[in-house]
Nanobody, 129 residues
Framework: EVQLQASGGGSVQAGGSLTLSCITS????????IGWFRQAPGKERERLAC????????HYADSVKGRFTISSDNAKKTVSLQMDNLQPEDTAVYYC??????????????????????WGQGTQVTVSS
């Protein structure tokens, strides 16, 4: 059974940092790409960052470049998202998702249709001003 468990959300003040973790199981981690996404109330789901475990490629959305850092731990089958300088507009539910058996370019792994990914439950991030 494919499972993705996101954790690490919480409440912080503007300018603060959080690190989210996505623990995975039930599929070949080395053959996957793992992405982070978010959805704020009343807004569309937003793509943030993706790590391809097939070639080590990383893809960031322009909106988070320089503030968010994605990393992967193959031994723990975990992908983390370090988020710095958080702002109130970063408030959302954050999700991790896996593109299983990923065969594309690592630097493009964020661009696929949402239905191409297997999704975990979300974790709430709230940033106050």
């Amino acid at each position: 059974e494919v499972q993705l468990q996101a954790s690490g959300g919480g409440s912080v003040q503007a300018g603060g940092s959080l690190t989210l973790s996505c623990i995975t199981s039930g599929f070949s981690f080395n053959g996957s790409a793992i992405g982070w996404f978010r959805q704020a109330p009343g807004k569309e789901r937003e793509r943030l960052a993706c790590y391809s475990n097939t070639d080590g490629g990383i893809h960031y959305a322009d909106s988070v470049k320089g503030r968010f850092t994605i990393s992967s731990d193959n031994a723990k089958k975990t992908v983390s998202l370090q988020m710095d300088n958080l702002q109130p507009e970063d408030t959302a539910v954050y999700y991790c998702a896996a593109f299983i058996n990923y065969g594309g370019w690592g630097t493009l792994c964020l661009l696929y249709d949402f239905r191409s990914y297997s999704w975990g439950q979300g974790t709430q991030v709230t940033v106050s001003s």
